[in-house]
């Protein structure tokens, strides 16, 4: 939102303020995409297959994501963030690395959640459930980062809801 009040001071307050911050947000999620893929699986093809689907899966391009004004795809560019992060965090050997790729994570959920609340959260299952499969529970847990990268999370998204329950009594 604060995005799209900016642009709405630069371009006045029409469709293309409302509409651009969030199509440069899916702009962003696919170019993610594609670089995760290139380095990842070191595939320009990968990476150019998975953006390519992205943008061509009707949920995501048509009425709700990426043509409207919804914050939706902020939130999907921040758990895509995330998502992808966190994976490149468990399967990194160097640590300074490991920390790097932690700390984008840590705040791509931030912001998911400080975007659309708890629909924030939405990977994070699925994510934990492959950390177990992975056997990678005991690593995550025992590392200080992962601590850490909580409190990254906790200070924003519970000093945020403290201050709605504050200004809103009864909003949680």
């Known amino acids: 939102i604060w995005f799209q009040a900016?642009?709405?001071?630069?371009?006045?307050?029409?469709?293309l303020?409302?509409?651009?911050?969030?199509?440069?947000?899916?702009?962003?999620?696919?170019?993610?995409?594609?670089?995760?893929c290139l380095d990842i699986f070191n595939s320009?093809?990968?990476?150019?297959?998975?953006?390519?689907?992205?943008?061509?899966?009707?949920?995501?391009?048509?009425?709700h994501?990426?043509?409207?004004?919804?914050?939706?795809?902020f939130m999907i560019f921040w758990i895509t963030l995330f998502a992808l992060y966190f994976f490149r965090y468990l399967h990194e050997e160097d640590a300074n690395q490991k920390k790097r790729y932690l700390l984008i994570a840590s705040l791509g959920l931030t912001f998911a959640v400080l975007t659309k609340g708890v629909a924030g959260l939405l990977v994070v299952p699925g994510l934990a459930l492959?950390?177990?499969?992975?056997?990678?529970?005991?690593?995550?847990?025992?590392?200080?980062?992962?601590?850490?990268?909580?409190?990254?999370?906790?200070?924003?998204?519970?000093?945020?809801?403290?201050?709605?329950e504050i200004?809103?009594?009864?909003?949680l």
Do not use: H
């Open 6 to 15: 900016i642009f709405m001071k630069i371009f006045g307050y029409n469709e």
């Open 17 to 36: 303020a409302v509409r651009l911050p969030v199509a440069i947000a899916v702009l962003f999620t696919t170019f993610l995409l594609y670089f995760f």
């Open 44 to 63: 320009k093809t990968a990476g150019f297959l998975s953006a390519l689907t992205l943008v061509c899966t009707n949920g995501y391009i048509d009425t």
């Open 65 to 73: 994501v990426a043509r409207t004004g919804d914050v939706d795809g």
């Open 130 to 164: 492959y950390v177990l499969f992975d056997k990678k529970a005991k690593e995550v847990l025992s590392g200080r980062q992962f601590y850490v990268s909580m409190i990254i999370f906790i200070l924003p998204v519970g000093g945020f809801y403290l201050l709605r």
């Open 167 to 171: 200004y809103s009594p009864g909003y």
